[in-house]
């Protein structure tokens, strides 16, 4: 495992003033590298880094700049990135923000249009979130996963700002017997307010520190709130401290740990389909209940291993190896755990019908969906979980829209409408 202590010294050139809102440290070719980085995404579990991780992050940086952004601490990952994991990087920049006012330098914004990867360290969430959120910084960051495809990671705080829904952390941390008394309480601070644009984590919730403390039942109350309040059907990913999850750029995740050694996993968390409904009782001062029969929520859960050899499918969110099926719930507050069935493929058992009227089936036999009753339709969009068009294009009919080619099978797809009276999306898995 990698350490990264406070008294690293090398070819760090420190530069600190308060005015300017941040303090920086350099070690490399202060040359810009000009290549192509690789793409993906590594979540961290928040104590020690996993040094084959941390490799996988730098190889998808292709021997490009290295930028490591963070709120407090210091320069421990400077001769770590750059030198002693044995990858080569032209450089390793970490710049600490000390206020919200070096989210204006022009300096802070060049490096992050030049990084080719680009790491969050640990910390307090909300420093990122505050410091970042609706400024040039997080727009940047956007731009460089979007359309220069850096890699992306973080650990601990780093990981948990990396989901489309995420626990800012404004009112201060929250442990799980508080998020399941009270998922309203005044410290579960769950947004979905755009921030950070990673691939294949829109509508995942992340969290870190799994077993120390115990995470899991505050992690199934984020959900809950994302369902009861914006409709949602969030997932969630989570690691063990000292294990890491690394999503390349076909939405694989491999899970990096020291098991069978240590009891090291990473979980992959989604509502299950056959009860869409969402949680019993989420409520203000009230206990959750998110329960259906013991099975609420379904989880695989993935030891990891030194190479990462194990992985999980995010395209579909159903296919892994080296791992386990459990089943979830929440009755009143409390937290269970029993060993359970895959998730089911619900496309083929169950109609959507949306607050904007629709309803939405899919036809086994001819390998098409159909939306009907949606008055006031004005456009159809089928993508993948990236945005690009698969398959034919919608067919509009007198009954509705017609999808005859849902393009490759075992994917997800996305399948966007916009009526006179409001939109929608649905996420389809496509057998």
């Not at 017997?177 to 579960?188: D, F, G, H, T, V």
């Not at 921030?195 to 992340?206: K, S």
Request: hydrophobic share 40%; with cysteine.
């Amino acid at each position: 495992m990698g350490k990264h202590l406070a008294f690293v010294v090398g070819l760090m050139l420190p530069s600190a003033a308060w005015a300017q809102g941040y303090t920086n440290w350099f070690v490399g070719n202060a040359e810009d590298a000009v290549v192509q980085a690789l793409g993906g995404s590594c979540l961290m579990g928040g104590a020690t880094e996993h040094d084959d991780a941390m490799r996988w992050f730098l190889q998808r940086a292709n021997g490009g700049d290295v930028l490591v952004l963070r709120a407090s601490g210091s320069n421990g990952y400077q001769n770590y990135f750059h030198s002693e994991l044995g990858i080569p990087v032209n450089s390793v920049e970490t710049i600490r923000f000390d206020n919200a006012t070096a989210a204006n330098s022009t300096y802070v914004q060049d490096r992050i249009r030049r990084a080719e990867a680009i790491w969050f360290a640990g910390g307090d969430q909300w420093n990122y979130v505050n410091f970042w959120r609706n400024t040039p910084i997080d727009s940047l960051i956007n731009v460089a996963i979007n359309e220069r495809n850096i890699v992306i990671g973080g650990t601990s705080a780093g990981l948990a700002i990396l989901g489309g829904v995420y626990f800012s952390a404004q009112n201060g941390s929250v442990t799980s017997n508080a998020a399941l008394l009270n998922p309203y309480n005044a410290s579960m601070a769950v947004s979905n307010q755009p921030f950070l644009q990673v691939p294949f984590l829109a509508e995942v919730v992340t969290d870190s520190h799994y077993d120390n403390p115990d995470r899991r039942g505050r992690h199934v109350a984020f959900m809950a709130r994302a369902k009861r309040d914006w409709g949602l059907d969030v997932k969630g990913i989570a690691c063990n401290e000292y294990t890491a999850v690394c999503i390349d750029t076909d939405g694989i995740a491999r899970v990096y740990g020291e098991w069978p050694a240590y009891p090291e996993f990473a979980y992959f968390l989604q509502i299950n389909c056959l009860h869409s409904d969402g949680p019993e009782m989420v409520q203000a001062g009230v206990p959750l209940t998110w329960n259906h029969g013991g099975e609420a929520v379904k989880v695989y859960k993935v030891a990891g291993t030194m190479q990462g050899t194990n992985t999980f499918d995010l395209n579909d969110w159903r296919s892994g190896s080296g791992g386990t099926w459990e089943s979830w719930s929440v009755l009143q507050g409390q937290f269970s755990v029993v060993p359970g069935d895959p998730a089911p493929d619900c496309i083929t058992a169950v109609s959507y019908t949306t607050t904007i009227g629709g309803t939405l089936l899919y036809d086994a036999l001819s390998n098409a969906f159909v939306v009907r009753d949606l008055p006031g339709l004005e456009e159809v969009l089928f993508t993948d979980l990236l945005g690009r068009s698969v398959g034919a294009a919608p067919e509009f009919t007198a009954d509705g829209v017609l999808i005859r080619d849902a393009g490759p099978a075992g994917g997800m797809r996305l399948l966007r409408v916009r009526t006179a009276y409001g939109e929608r999306t649905w996420k389809l898995f496509v057998p």
